[in-house]
């Protein structure tokens, strides 16, 4: 498998944990819930994220990836189950689905710390950390692509404050 390829996971997944539970956790906060509520809620959606995703990603490349290799036993006019080629699509498959579950969980754990260290202000770490984390991912996404860094971090922190405005908006606060 690529590195963009594997990439590609790291940064949805990445997105996926940090944003979703950025939004529980404001929703949460702004709610009156108390921090170890806070940090609850971010737990019960970072798990469920994580499986979704994880899950998810296997059912979705397993469709894609045993397509392909369909396409390759036509012209062969035979099966490759057994084969390396059939090892190796097995190989991307159980990578892409770990590496997305894993990146889901792994951001979730951002907007979540700052509950469980801190008794003040939480909340608005939270979402620094969040666009902190974000960045990082622009730069990586950036750098992999070979296309902007700068135009890859924007496009991260808008799609962070549109996410914290509309939570925000929602709740009512």
Do not use: C
Not at 133 to 155: D, F, N, R
């Amino acid at each position: 498998m690529s590195k963009a390829e594997q990439g590609r996971y790291v940064i949805l997944g990445g997105i996926d944990g940090i944003l979703a539970v950025l939004g529980g956790v404001i929703g949460a906060s702004t709610a009156g819930t108390a921090y170890h509520g806070v940090v609850h809620v971010g737990i019960g959606v970072a798990i469920a994220l994580a499986i979704t995703n994880g899950i998810g990603s296997y059912l979705a490349e397993s469709t894609v990836e045993y397509a392909k290799l369909a396409e390759k036993e036509r012209p062969l006019l035979r099966r490759l189950t057994g084969t390396k080629i059939e090892t190796r699509t097995r190989r991307k498959i159980y990578l892409d689905s770990i590496t997305h579950g894993g990146s889901s969980f792994a951001g979730s754990l951002i907007p979540i710390v700052p509950f469980v260290v801190m008794t003040s202000n939480a909340l608005w770490v939270s979402i620094v950390a969040s666009l902190a984390a974000l960045v990082t991912l622009g730069i990586y996404s950036g750098k992999l692509s070979g296309q902007s860094v700068v135009a890859s971090v924007v496009k991260m922190i808008v799609l962070g404050v549109l996410v914290v405005v509309l939570v925000t908006l929602v709740g009512g606060n």
